[in-house]
DNA sequence: TTAAAAATATGATATTTGTCATATTAAAGA
DNA sequence: TCTTTAATATGACAAATATCATATTTTTAA
């Protein structure tokens, strides 16, 4: 079992505040996980009962939607910890988990997050922080949903890929979704976003070889994302 | 000057934690304040410094988008508090605050409310909890601008002011929203809201007098929003 | 009170986006 | 390797929504 004390990703989460002592018990009490390549880590609705720390690799949060469709509400990358909305709130969690890579991620039960509420302020106020920073991310991407076209919600989703998970040495995006899942971040339907990323590349802003997607024109992108 | 003690919003907001000696101190630091309809209590941008407590009225939280249009994010009323994002961020609100109808808020530096973080604990976890409630709520309506229909989130819109804020003697809604306001909730050009509104009107699911509007048929709506 | 401005309403039309059908290509499993 | 299945791609068309023009009504303020 590897520990927190060394954990690097850990100096990325709200869990840097966590002292010498409480690092070390927190080693005895999380557990290992790895996840594959599209395993779910928890479902909407379940009681989770704790946090997950990621430790490598890339997830998306999806929701349900009314019509049957998921929707990607967020990607969760190395250093960031899911489902502390839920444990705070005392609630199921409203979204599911699922690796779009393999991941390795630490689960902490809650009885031993709450403790640190109580007595470490600086580590409720980084969780503070952390689900504010989400806030204002979500009031963004409403505002985009309800206010941009589609085709400008594909070039900025496309800008974002590149600047949040980077490239490959091939300097194909890293992250690679399916088109079903980029059309359901961008929230349309998947032959509408095949077709628009079709026309980006007859217009030489990208190149398509398989799933990989390289961005060849990050200016033009940008203009297009507004 | 009204003593906080003797508010009764505050038991409805993350307040309620306080001690009657912060109380105390917090009516001798807080600033109280008549806002008329139309009036902006704060923009996005600004450095707020602080939190304001809602006595009474309701205001819009809204977002410049890109293409130059305000989308309202989220409604807030009576015993809510604005502000607290942006104070834990410790950044500039993301959004602007603007009365829809008459208010008297209550502003407290941000100087007090820290203080309030490191020594009450209680109080920490309600702001933490009605950060959350707003995050999911967000995701919530992220989904719904990705999945559903104009229609149906104009149905889901009329259902949502019906339930939050009731009706008036008349039984209209009570907080009464421009077809502009309307529209820029459900994030939809201002005429299709109108032509909406008409088709409701002539199916006979609400009824339109001026600026009020009258659900006479909820479980048709509700049918409608899915 | 009346003129001007703003909000609401509606038609005509263009554009965007979704849906269905059907290739084509890639991936998975026997 | 071959077969089957799933993913990607594209055309044809339908539906939803935006835009522009222009009435009509309501509100505002001179």
Same mark, same amino acid.
């Given at each position: 079992?590897?520990?927190?004390?060394?954990?690097?990703?850990?100096?990325?989460?709200?869990?840097?505040?966590?002292?010498?002592?409480?690092?070390?018990?927190?080693?005895?009490?999380?557990?290992?996980?790895?996840?594959?390549?599209?395993?779910?880590?928890?479902?909407?609705?379940?009681?989770?009962?704790?946090?997950?720390?990621?430790?490598?690799?890339?997830?998306?949060?999806?929701?349900?939607?009314?019509?049957?469709?998921?929707?990607?509400?967020?990607?969760?990358?190395?250093?960031?910890?899911?489902?502390?909305?839920?444990?705070?709130?005392?609630?199921?969690?409203?979204?599911?988990?699922?690796?779009?890579?393999?991941?390795?991620?630490?689960?902490?039960?809650?009885?031993?997050?709450?403790?640190?509420?109580?007595?470490?302020?600086?580590?409720?106020?980084?969780?503070?922080?952390?689900?504010?920073?989400? #806030?204002? =991310?979500?009031?963004?991407?409403?505002?985009? @949903?309800?206010?941009?076209?589609?085709?400008?919600? $594909? !070039? &900025?989703?496309?800008?974002?890929?590149?600047?949040?998970?980077?490239?490959?040495?091939?300097?194909?995006?890293?992250?690679?979704?399916?088109?079903?899942?980029?059309?359901?971040?961008?929230?349309?339907?998947?032959?509408?976003?095949?077709?628009?990323?079709?026309?980006?590349?007859?217009?030489? #802003?990208? =190149?398509?070889?398989?799933?990989?997607?390289? @961005?060849?024109?990050?200016?033009?992108?940008?203009? $297009? !994302? &507004?």
């Amino acid at each position: 079992m590897s520990k927190c004390e060394q954990c690097i990703v850990r100096e990325f989460s709200s869990l840097k505040a966590l002292t010498k002592d409480e690092l070390i018990k927190l080693s005895d009490c999380k557990t290992s996980h790895i996840i594959k390549k599209g395993e779910v880590i928890f479902e909407e609705g379940e009681n989770v009962n704790g946090i997950y720390c990621i430790k490598d690799g890339v997830c998306k949060l999806t929701k349900l939607s009314a019509n049957g469709k998921d929707h990607i509400v967020k990607l969760v990358t190395k250093g960031e910890l899911l489902g502390q909305r839920s444990m705070i709130s005392d609630e199921p969690v409203n979204l599911s988990a699922v690796a779009l890579e393999d991941m390795q991620v630490c689960f902490i039960p809650k009885s031993e997050v709450m403790g640190y509420f109580d007595k470490n302020n600086q580590f409720s106020m980084n969780v503070m922080k952390s689900i504010c920073g989400d #806030l204002k =991310e979500a009031d963004d991407h409403m505002v985009n @949903l309800a206010q941009k076209t589609v085709k400008e919600r $594909l !070039a &900025e989703t496309l800008l974002y890929l590149n600047d949040t998970f980077g490239k490959n040495e091939d300097s194909s995006l890293k992250v690679q979704l399916s088109r079903d899942e980029l059309a359901s971040i961008i929230g349309t339907a998947t032959e509408s976003c095949i077709r628009l990323l079709s026309d980006f590349k007859k217009l030489g #802003l990208i =190149e398509l070889t398989g799933k990989k997607i390289v @961005l060849k024109d990050i200016n033009a992108l940008k203009k $297009l !994302a &507004e």
